[in-house]
């Protein structure tokens, strides 16, 4: 149980296009996902916590209207990267709370802009 | 400041024990976990420990938490090749908000 799933795996896209990422959670609902972008080597960096039915709260420094949230039900969240550019490079990850407070994670996104 | 603290590297040889350690920064946290995350792929919940234990065990894992000193470890028994990955801890501190603070991550690599 528990399983989250995040697709694509992959995505390379051209600068300025946009990048939809899905979030969903296979067999649980969560009222509660959050998105991560991961460095290379470092630690994650929470960007955003998504409310099922409401807005995003977005941590300090992070653009809302570039990285758009929507949690539209309670088993799917997306981000999209909007316009993106090469520093947008990255791999991103969601969580979904299972349950209180222990975060299931998904498998991560890795995004490559050209 | 919200620092959760682990050292950067761990190498071990393949059947020794493995000791990660973590030291957190909120006294109030009420859960603690330990994450793996192996090369390009997300993170693996191993386990977690409520505040209010010293100690828990699952298979060939054993958490220790000294919450006087807001000290976490990871021991990984008989350590396999397999548990080659990064080992993030992290805290939900008092907050109420279930947000989690990530450790800086321990890359653990297990010679054969």
């Known amino acids: 149980g528990a399983v989250v799933s995040q697709h694509p795996s992959r995505v390379i896209c051209k600068s300025g296009t946009s990048v939809k990422i899905e979030c969903r959670s296979l067999?649980?609902?969560?009222?509660?996902m959050f998105w991560y972008r991961q460095f290379p080597k470092q630690s994650l960096m929470l960007m955003a916590t998504s409310n099922e039915g409401s807005k995003a709260t977005y941590e300090q420094g992070v653009e809302k209207d570039k990285f758009l949230i929507n949690h539209a039900s309670l088993t799917l969240s997306t981000l999209t990267v909007t316009s993106a550019h090469p520093e947008d490079s990255s791999f991103y990850i969601c969580?979904?709370?299972?349950?209180?407070?222990?975060?299931?994670f998904g498998p991560g996104t890795r995004l490559l802009v050209l | 400041g919200e620092d959760v603290e682990q050292s950067l590297f761990l190498s071990v040889r393949e059947g020794d024990s493995s000791v990660i350690n973590c030291t957190y920064t909120?006294?109030?946290?009420?859960?603690l976990y330990w994450y793996k995350q192996e090369p390009g792929a997300g993170l693996q919940l191993l386990t977690y420990?409520?505040?209010?234990?010293d100690m828990k065990q699952d298979q060939r894992l054993t958490v220790l938490l000294n919450k006087k000193d807001k000290h976490l470890s990871l021991r990984i028994a008989d350590t396999q090749t397999g548990d080659s990955a990064i080992y993030f801890c992290?805290?939900?501190?008092?907050?109420?908000?279930?947000?989690?603070?990530f450790g800086t991550g321990t890359r653990l690599k297990v010679l054969a």
């Open positions: 420990i409520f505040s209010n234990m």
């Open positions: 909120d006294s109030s946290s009420t859960y």
């Open positions: 067999d649980f609902q969560a009222t509660t």
């Open positions: 992290a805290e939900i501190p008092s907050s109420g908000t279930y947000k989690y603070i």
């Open positions: 969580s979904a709370n299972g349950g209180k407070e222990t975060q299931y």
